[in-house]
T-cell receptor, first 114, second 114 residues
Framework: DAGITQSPRHKVTETGTPVTLRCHQTENHRYMYWYRQDPGHGLRLIHYSYGVKDTDKGEVSDGYSVSRSKTEDFLLTLESATSSQTSVYFC?????????????FGEGSWLTVV | AQSVTQLGSHVSVSEGALVLLRCNYSSSVPPYLFWYVQYPNQGLQLLLKYTSAATLVKGINGFEAEFKKSETSFHLTKPSAHMSDAAEYFCAVSYSGSARQLTFGSGTQLTVLP
């Protein structure tokens, strides 16, 4: 296992409520990522971080924000959840961005917005 | 810009038969290519990766893939399918120095028939 813990693993929430997903790593890797997985779309990058307090947007960042105050924690917040944000969310980590560096994935967080 | 196309969202093979999962990529710079496997309700696990060394890459569980630049392909094969190979498989591309890391294909669901 790559030492990645996501919480909560399962959550049901109501439309319009804020939701925060947490990713915790024990590998001291610099890079952290949040992806969402939807049928027919594979995994799409929401936000990523390249260091403490250093974050940037991915391809599907609207409606999401992130924070990284410590190397080991990367939080994903849905500011006002919508049904279109029902998905499986994966956190990933990587030690570097050198050639072909492996990215390791967490077990996923299943979010249902009703 | 880079992208990945996986031909066939669902592939069925008989146990013992050849597995062939197709992946074509588009990249403006030399790519690094990956295959990940996802079992139900789990995260993604790296099967193998191409990082510009050998064009034929061997991975875990008997899988291998061949990088063909002329065809912009990185197809995944296994000579003899096993029931335990039933899973979803994702092809992904990245390039060195990119913090955004991976761009995924939409995935191929492999079913192994007894």
């Amino acid at each position: 296992d790559a030492g990645i813990t996501q919480s909560p693993r399962h959550k049901v929430t109501e439309t319009g409520t804020p939701v925060t997903l947490r990713c915790h790593q024990t590998e001291n890797h610099r890079y952290m990522y949040w992806y969402r997985q939807d049928p027919g779309h594979g995994l799409r990058l929401i936000h990523y971080s390249y260091g403490v307090k250093d974050t940037d947007k991915g391809e599907v960042s609207d409606g999401y924000s992130v924070s990284r105050s410590k190397t080991e924690d990367f939080l994903l917040t849905l500011e006002s959840a919508t049904s279109s944000q029902t998905s499986v969310y994966f956190c990933a980590i990587s030690e570097s961005i050198s050639s072909g560096n492996t990215i390791y994935f967490g077990e996923g967080s299943w979010l249902t917005v009703v | 810009a880079q992208s990945v196309t996986q031909l066939g969202s669902h592939v069925s093979v008989s146990e013992g038969a050849l597995v062939l999962l197709r992946c074509n990529y588009s990249s403006s710079v030399p790519p690094y290519l990956f295959w990940y496997v996802q079992y139900p309700n789990q995260g993604l696990q790296l099967l193998l990766k191409y990082t510009s060394a050998a064009t034929l890459v061997k991975g875990i569980n008997g899988f291998e893939a061949e990088f063909k630049k002329s065809e912009t392909s990185f197809h995944l094969t296994k000579p003899s399918a096993h029931m335990s190979d039933a899973a979803e498989y994702f092809c992904a591309v990245s390039y060195s120095g990119s913090a955004r890391q991976l761009t995924f294909g939409s995935g191929t669901q492999l079913t192994v028939l007894p």
